[in-house]
């Protein structure tokens, strides 16, 4: 019986301790200065390896900087082991890896362990120094684990979460990759079609005057894909393309006139057209983007309240119609009213849509909830609600 006792208290005493390692992780993972701590490790990390590289480059390492090298990878090892550690701990190994941010955070499982790998490969490499046929293995298997450095780099996007800017960027060029696809169809057809015209005037008299390969005609024109790559350099700045029209002058001038057709078509109608197209998926990407609208809601809230401080100087919390009326012809509040699109005739009614319980006095909370549901033009939820309280009056005149 005391056995059982003891058994029971040590065990509920190991779950009262994981529930506070769990608690210290969590406040932990979620500090401000834990994830700058380690946003600037993974910063930094991406910095050496760079340095690193560039090094081996532009000199020949002895062994001091070797060991160096070595040490400071094993250090971010270890730091990215702890971060990696402490997240797990923070949320549990299910929540981790199949929840919400699954995929980063098998991005981070994927450094973290060929690191690892990578560092015992590079302990072993002197014991084999003696084979030829180990040592050139663990070369090769190194190199293979040398790669994944390059996800290492790759981490340093998890960043644009904090940048707020770069996360709309971001957002804005993964978001244009559906309408990239069909521009480059589309860029490819037009390429394509024109491509072929040329080709087939440039064979045509390649054969009726015994042109060689090396003519400027037969260089730029030569065949569909010569012709196609000399379309597509033209277009976009990897070609001169009066090179390529001098290069038509001897097949006909009707052939220049239709590459400078083809050169006004794509630069003024295909090119302008798949850039208006990707700016109005950026603006669409930014207007739907969560942080940002949060953002904006908190800006619109520091503003009312800014506005509200002016408005009530007598500090009691309310407003009544007089003092709303003072205010209203100030210069400043009308600014405010247009800049929060509340376009108001005069300040009776005004005051009457922002005085929701009819007290003839306007809170805090009223200008703030009223502001925030006037601003704009107006939703089709409100016209949908404006309707449906009006069948609702059609219907208590009737009975």
């Not at 190199?143 to 790759?154: A, D, E, G």
């Not at 003519?215 to 379309?231: D, E, I, K, N, R």
């Not at 919390?317 to 007089?322: H, L, S, V």
């Amino acid at each position: 019986m005391q056995s059982n006792l003891a058994n029971a208290t040590e065990v509920g005493c190991a779950k009262q301790s994981a529930r506070r390692a769990r608690r210290m992780a969590q406040a932990l993972a979620s500090s401000l200065l834990f994830n700058v701590f380690f946003a600037l490790v993974i910063v930094s990390n991406s910095l050496f390896l760079g340095m690193q590289l560039e090094w081996s480059a532009t000199s020949l390492m002895g062994g001091q900087e070797e060991s160096s090298f070595f040490a400071i990878h094993v250090t971010y090892a270890i730091l990215f082991t702890v971060e990696m550690t402490i997240r797990i701990s923070a949320v549990g190994p299910l929540e981790y890896f199949c929840g919400n941010g699954w995929a980063w955070n098998w991005l981070d499982v994927f450094v973290v362990a060929p690191a690892w790998v990578e560092l015992a490969l590079d302990l072993s490499a002197p014991s084999q120094a003696g084979s030829d046929g180990g040592a050139s293995s663990n070369l090769r298997i190194v190199r293979v684990f040398k790669v994944t450095r390059l996800l290492q780099v790759v981490r340093s996007v998890r960043l644009i979460k904090f940048l707020g800017a770069l996360r709309a960027l971001v957002m804005s060029v993964v978001d244009t990759t559906r309408q990239l696809a069909w521009a480059l169809l589309l860029l490819g057809l037009v390429i394509y079609s024109f491509g072929i015209l040329f080709a087939d005037a440039a064979l045509d008299h390649s054969l009726r005057y015994s042109l060689g390969d090396e003519h400027a005609l037969m260089l730029y024109f030569g065949g569909v894909y010569l012709s196609c790559q000399t379309l597509f350099r033209a277009i976009l700045g990897g070609l001169d393309w009066e090179v390529a029209a001098n290069a038509l002058i001897d097949v006909g001038w009707f052939w220049v006139q239709l590459f400078h057709t083809y050169i006004a078509f794509c630069g003024f109608a295909v090119l302008n057209v798949m850039t208006g197209v990707f700016v109005n998926s950026a603006i669409k990407t930014r207007e739907r983007d969560h942080e940002t609208q949060l953002q904006n809601k908190q800006r619109f809230k520091e503003l009312v309240s800014k506005i509200w401080s002016r408005m009530d100087s007598t500090g009691v919390g309310q407003i009544t119609i007089t003092e709303f009326e003072k205010m209203f012809e100030d210069d400043e509040m009308k600014a405010f009213f247009q800049t929060i699109e509340i376009n108001a005739v005069d300040a009776w009614t005004l005051f009457d849509s922002l005085d929701v319980d009819g007290d003839h006095t306007v809170s805090l909370d009223e200008f703030s909830e009223r502001c925030m549901q006037l601003h704009g033009p107006a939703r089709s939820v409100d016209l949908y609600a404006l309707i449906k309280q009006l069948h609702a009056l059609e219907e208590q005149q009737q009975h």
